[in-house]
């Protein structure tokens, strides 16, 4: 049974055209044919790329958001779910945290949702969770989720070389960080490289 965990979360957060809510068992059967999807999994960095069944997904839903260190959170648009949010290892003593994004629904790419729902979450791990830093992982490959990211004023930080095998090939993870004192992504506004 897939427990949610976000005590200290503030949910819900609303934007203009996003929200970030708690993950429900309910949600599952929507995210199925994302987590069963090879092409769709190739860039998604928390898990090994291979395909889940409903009730690993809800484990993996469960061990992402324990509430205290990993939180998890769905991105709805008027309440459908679009694609899940994480903060990831979340280092209180030293103020920074992981953070990743996946847009689970293929219609709700290429519209600006990813950039508003990252947005909403930095705004809150700056201001109300205190964080100093927050970075990204992207799979070089992965040119929509650079773009993104960069749009959103992180700054490529690091490489770690041949770091991740997808698709038979290695492939370098890219590291991308964002300090609360550097300029802070809008919150309006549309992105192409949404993904």
Do not use: C
């Not at 609303?14 to 987590?35: K, M």
């Not at 008027?78 to 290892?89: F, T």
């Not at 219609?107 to 100093?132: Q, W």
């Amino acid at each position: 049974m897939l427990t949610t965990n976000n005590s200290r979360s503030g949910l819900p957060l609303r934007g203009p055209r996003v929200d970030l809510t708690a993950i429900h068992e309910s949600d599952i059967p929507n995210l199925l044919p994302f987590f069963q999807d090879m092409a769709s999994l190739t860039y998604f960095i928390p898990t090994t790329a291979r395909p889940l069944n409903a009730t690993q997904i809800g484990r993996l839903m469960t061990d992402w958001n324990d509430g205290v260190e990993n939180f998890i959170f769905a991105v709805r648009v008027d309440g459908w779910l679009v694609g899940l949010l994480n903060l990831d290892g979340l280092d209180w003593p030293n103020g920074h945290s992981e953070i990743g994004i996946a847009l689970t629904e293929p219609a709700a790419r290429g519209h600006g949702l990813a950039a508003e729902a990252l947005t909403l979450m930095i705004r809150y791990a700056f201001d109300e969770l205190g964080l100093k830093r927050i970075w990204a992982r992207v799979i070089e490959p992965n040119t929509a989720s650079r773009k993104l990211f960069e749009t959103l004023n992180f700054t490529l930080e690091g490489r770690l070389r041949q770091h991740i095998l997808r698709r038979g090939d290695y492939h370098d993870m890219l590291i991308y960080g964002l300090l609360n004192t550097d300029q802070q992504p809008a919150l309006s506004g549309h992105h192409d490289s949404d993904r």
